[in-house]
């Protein structure tokens, strides 16, 4: 298996060695694994892929990751991509990628996962809030978003109603229902940190 990534096979497993033509049906890939090299790279279908003597197929064809629309996938280990977005490559021909990053994609045409590429969430609906209610967020990085800039350890609210779009450095701590004070009530609020 490709570094340590755990993948669902149709026929469970790795290919056979001995098996030399392998046919990639539209909307699956497999990883090759240059022996001479030590380099693996990707095949997309559809097409028929005949191995070469120094290469080894690394697993069965296995489908593409789809997002549909108003959902997400979180991917470990993403591909660095050029101002083109094409995939950016070494000296030797392999994808070069950010270690130990994340990256959120939505909706987009069916990808592959490139060696080394890891589904850290697979496939989810985009949470939506409603009226009334809020998500508690809270910075994981520094980072600049449209309105303004966020410090690690900042918090603040979206509220609802829309959409809440996922960013890698942000995690949702919770969503809360918006506090009714009717007529002759009071509420007693308490900061949850002091500055």
Known sequence: MSQ????????????????SVIRIPPYYYIHILDQNTNIARVESGPKTYIRQDHERILFHPEKMV?????????IMNPVI??????????????????HGDLEIRLVQ??????P????????????????NTAM????????EDESESRVAGDEWLFQ??????PRK?????ETISAIIIYPNQALKLKARKGN
């Open 81 to 98: 991509r050029d101002e083109q977005g094409d995939p950016v490559l070494d000296e030797g021909g392999q994808v070069k990628l950010n």
């Open 66 to 74: 789809i997002v549909p629309p108003r959902n997400y996938c979180v």
């Open 109 to 114: 045409k069916p990808f592959h996962l490139f």
């Open 136 to 143: 508690r967020l809270r910075a994981m990085l520094d980072f």
């Open 116 to 131: 080394g590429e890891v589904i850290e969430k697979g496939v989810m609906p985009l949470k939506i809030i409603y009226a």
């Open 4 to 19: 340590g990534r755990q993948t669902r096979t149709q026929a469970g497993g790795e290919m056979p060695e001995e098996e």
């Open 169 to 173: 450095e942000v995690e949702e701590v």
């Open 160 to 165: 609802g109603p829309g959409t809440y779009i």
